[in-house]
């Protein structure tokens, strides 16, 4: 930030949350088939749809539904929530299946994304946690049309 040194690493992530460290590969569900996927987080269809590379959310069982929406909320931050892609579907399989250590996930999210800053109020708060006063930083542009 500015000349300064912020840690931030998986374990920061989980200290910052008060999270205990896990040893869990979030990598892993990558390679998980989507076959396996489907039949754990849906109902009434056992195979991922042939051609296409979503869900449909309605095929999700309920409580897998409740998890969706924390996941587009939060972990992989979506409006289109009417489909579920491939990478959510992992996701949602992984945290019905495993245990996930959150702090990689989100490390490795942030390092990843490019088209926004993702988990912004984790930064701040990291940043604020380590005495960075960015109360200056926030500024409103107008938009001229």
Request: glycine letters at 4%; charged letters at 20%; aromatic letters at 8%.
């Amino acid at each position: 930030m500015r000349g300064q040194y912020i840690p931030f690493s998986p374990l920061t992530i989980l200290r910052y949350y008060g999270l205990e460290n896990m040893e869990t590969d979030v990598f892993e569900s990558a390679n998980t088939n989507p076959d396996d996927v489907v039949i754990s987080i849906c109902q009434g269809i056992d195979h991922w749809p042939i051609g296409s590379s979503t869900l449909d959310y309605r095929n999700l069982l309920p409580q897998v539904r409740t998890l969706d929406k924390m996941v587009s909320a939060n972990l992989l931050p979506t409006t289109h929530t009417s489909t579920v892609t491939m990478e959510r579907a992992r996701l949602l399989h992984w945290l019905q299946t495993k245990t996930l250590d959150i702090g990689n996930y989100i490390f490795a999210n942030v390092c990843h994304i490019r088209r926004c800053l993702a988990f912004p109020s984790l930064i701040t708060g990291i940043c604020e946690l380590h005495g960075i006063d960015l109360s200056h930083e926030i500024t409103t542009v107008k938009r001229t049309m």
